[in-house]
Nanobody, 125 residues
Framework: QVQLVESGGGLVQPGGSLRLSCAVSGRTSSDFGVAWFRQAPGKEREFVAAMRWNGAATRLADSVSGRFTISRDNARNTVSLQMNSLKSEDTAVYYC??????????????????WGQGTQVTVSS
């Protein structure tokens, strides 16, 4: 069974950077999708970024395009989210998620069966 463990959250000032990592263990399929979602207090969980493990597809939400990058490290079985030019509105709990194969509905939380525990990102001066 696939397990996901996020790390790298914390407190950062506006304009700063953070790098989140998602360690993927127990992977049994050679093709699966991994995504990052975030959820702020009182708001619904929203899509941030997704990628197909074989690198054939990457997607970013419009709100983070040009500031965030999603990438993978095959040797370490990790997916990273590099976040630059952070804004206060980026404050949220960030979740890593995974699914077998790739879905055209990659932006929907319901498309993913496996979730990590989440890591808090706070952007504040």
């Amino acid at each position: 069974q696939v397990q996901l463990v996020e790390s790298g959250g914390g407190l950062v000032q506006p304009g700063g950077s953070l790098r989140l990592s998602c360690a993927v263990s127990g992977r049994t399929s050679s093709d699966f999708g991994v995504a990052w979602f975030r959820q702020a207090p009182g708001k619904e969980r929203e899509f941030v970024a997704a990628m197909r493990w074989n690198g054939a597809a990457t997607r970013l939400a419009d709100s983070v395009s040009g500031r965030f990058t999603i990438s993978r490290d095959n040797a370490r079985n990790t997916v990273s989210l590099q976040m630059n030019s952070l804004k206060s509105e980026d404050t949220a709990v960030y979740y890593c998620s995974a699914r077998a194969g790739w879905s055209t509905a990659y932006y929907l939380p319901s498309s993913y069966a496996i979730w990590g525990q989440g890591t808090q990102v706070t952007v504040s001066s």
